[in-house]
């Protein structure tokens, strides 16, 4: 069955962009209305959380509205709801961008768990692959989905820093996985790519507090990780919220080969050019059970030990 919001909840803090107050107001939607954003402070134009509105630069997953209207870093909410198996919602922003918050998906996963998690009296489909369809760039990155009966996710990835170097991780996102080994993990950055970034007027939100921030072989955060691989597990919870923008929960194996937002909105734009490639199912008791969402409680949270 689909899902939303049992309540409304309001999340509020700093924009990644331009470091200005956002608040956020998370309510409940009608079965069938997928995620919609709403611009309140431009006149409630609509924003379709949907692969084909998506736009990247080089920091965040950013959403094209009606009338121009655009909608910034997106990526951590959609990602915690999929992660929580959340259909339908309606998000209010005040403002061009969301709030970054602490860096990760944590915060929006307790503000909807706070807000808690409805069934609707209607069927839910999923979005089943027939094929694998795959997508890379010059600097060889890669990103690939095949044919499985849940959703999975492979990724490896590679910087000089040995404070990050080679990282790779799989996961199976069943049953609450999302919770328990990704939802906490943080963006992350070199100390160079923030002082360039400033002097071209860009990531002034950012700082210690919502970024692992490395030099070298230094993480210069304090505090420092919350997983000794907490980058390589950043780079899939922006992949699962890039690939919530399916619209439906996706039957599928991710892999990502030192992927980002564009490549991985590029592979959804290479699966739905072919329909031979997916068709959709209806979501039996069975394969409800093997989605990300399924079963996930409140206390799943205080397991993973999510920061406040």
């Not at 929006?108 to 489909?125: E, H, N, S, T």
Request: glycine share 10%.
């Amino acid at each position: 069955m689909q899902t939303t919001l049992n309540q409304s909840v309001v999340v509020a803090g700093a924009g990644l962009h331009t470091g200005t107050a956002a608040r956020v107001v998370l309510r409940a939607a009608p079965a069938d209305s997928g995620i919609l954003f709403r611009r309140m402070d431009a006149g409630g134009a609509s924003i379709p959380a949907r692969w084909d509105r998506a736009r990247h630069g080089p920091l965040a997953t950013r959403l094209l509205g009606e009338g121009g209207v655009e909608i910034s870093t997106v990526e951590h909410l959609m990602a915690a709801f999929a992660g929580l198996g959340i259909h339908n919602a309606t998000v209010e922003v005040e403002g061009p961008e969301l709030p970054i918050l602490d860096g990760s998906a944590a915060p929006w996963v307790k503000a909807i768990l706070q807000a808690g998690i409805r069934q609707l009296d209607a069927p839910l489909r999923a979005i089943a692959l027939r094929r694998t369809v795959e997508v890379t760039d010059e600097q060889g990155a890669l990103a690939r989905l095949e044919p499985a009966p849940g959703l999975s996710m492979h990724f490896v990835i590679a910087f000089r820093d040995e404070a990050i170097g080679r990282q790779e991780l799989s996961l199976d996102l069943a049953n609450g996985a999302f919770l328990r080994e990704l939802c906490q993990a943080r963006t992350f950055c070199r100390l160079s790519d923030v002082e360039r970034m400033r002097k071209e007027g860009l990531a002034l939100g950012g700082s210690f507090g919502n970024a692992v921030v490395v030099d070298g072989a230094r993480v210069l955060t304090p505090g420092g990780l919350r997983y000794p691989d907490e980058p390589v597990r950043h780079k899939m919870l922006d992949a699962m919220g890039d690939l919530a923008l399916a619209g439906a929960p996706l039957l599928a194996r991710y892999t990502g080969l030192k992927a980002g937002h564009t490549l991985t909105n590029r592979l959804l734009h290479a699966l739905f050019a072919d329909d031979s490639a997916w068709c959709f199912v209806t979501v039996d008791a069975a394969l409800a059970q093997r989605l990300p969402g399924a079963g996930v409680t409140p206390e799943d949270l205080s397991a993973a030990q999510v920061a406040a």
